[in-house]
């Protein structure tokens, strides 16, 4: 049973594109995020949900737009696309007020953008 | 500006010795600090979390201290294993609904 899970595993697209990246976890958690981590494997946050409503929204371009259907799913829609976008998103999901906080991350979807 | 250091440098150990990662931050009055583990291809893992007021914890062959007057904590894996090689990871939060911000990890390798 995969806690979160993500799809696609990999994207590869063309500069100028448009496309969405789903997410889905079964552990009940209230909390779910998105992370971008570069080719120097610097993991950063995006953006944090609470109960399907936004609670943190880093430096990110208006290119991205997360969805949150319900507080189990967090989609992220990307606009236009550019090679500097190329990099591998992390979905996650936590419990915040829980003793330990600790995120459960998906497998990640590795984007390339040409 | 908040900043989180960590030996991006590769740390080599020969099979069986102690493994020491350094985390080291500033600008930053963290509520407990986090401890994963990330292999290739795959989203890191949580392995263990120390709180402001905690100086040490332990989890099997794993140990965490934390030092607020230095704004550092260092990770131990004792008699260390080729599978513990892999990339590890300190994050630091504030606590509650605050970001989890992570360091860029340090790459470990046993060598058998």
């Known amino acids: 049973d995969t806690a979160v899970s993500q799809t696609p595993k990999y994207l590869v697209t063309q500069m100028g594109n448009d496309k969405s990246i789903k997410c889905e976890q079964n552990?009940?958690?209230?909390?779910m995020y998105w992370y971008k981590q570069d080719s120097k494997k610097f993991l950063k946050i995006m953006f944090s949900?609470?109960?399907?409503?936004?609670?943190i929204n880093e430096t990110v371009p208006n290119r991205f737009s997360p969805k949150s259907p319900d507080k189990a799913h967090l989609n992220l829609h990307i606009n236009s696309l550019e090679l500097g976008d190329s990099a591998v998103y992390f979905c996650?999901?936590?419990?915040?007020?829980?003793?330990?906080?600790?995120?459960?991350f998906g497998p990640g979807t590795r984007l390339t953008v040409l | 500006s908040q900043k989180i250091e960590q030996n991006s440098e590769a740390l080599n150990i020969q099979e069986g010795k102690t493994a020491t990662l350094t985390c080291n931050y500033t600008?930053?009055?963290?509520?407990?600090l986090q401890w994963y583990r990330q292999d290739p291809g795959r989203g890191p893992v949580f392995l263990l979390l120390?709180?402001?007021?905690?100086k040490e914890k332990r989890k099997e062959r794993l140990k965490v201290t934390f030092d607020t007057t230095l704004k550092q904590s260092l990770f131990h894996i004792t008699a260390s294993q080729p599978a513990d090689s892999a990339t590890y990871l300190c994050?630091?939060?504030?606590?509650?609904?605050?970001?989890?911000?992570f360091g860029i990890g340090t790459k470990l390798q046993v060598i058998p």
């Open positions: 949900y609470n109960n399907k409503e936004l609670i």
């Open positions: 600008n930053y009055s963290p509520a407990y």
């Open positions: 996650a999901s936590s419990q915040p007020l829980a003793r330990h906080n600790e995120q459960f």
């Open positions: 552990l009940g958690h209230d909390t």
């Open positions: 994050a630091l939060a504030s606590g509650g609904y605050q970001k989890v911000t």
């Open positions: 120390i709180r402001e007021n905690e």
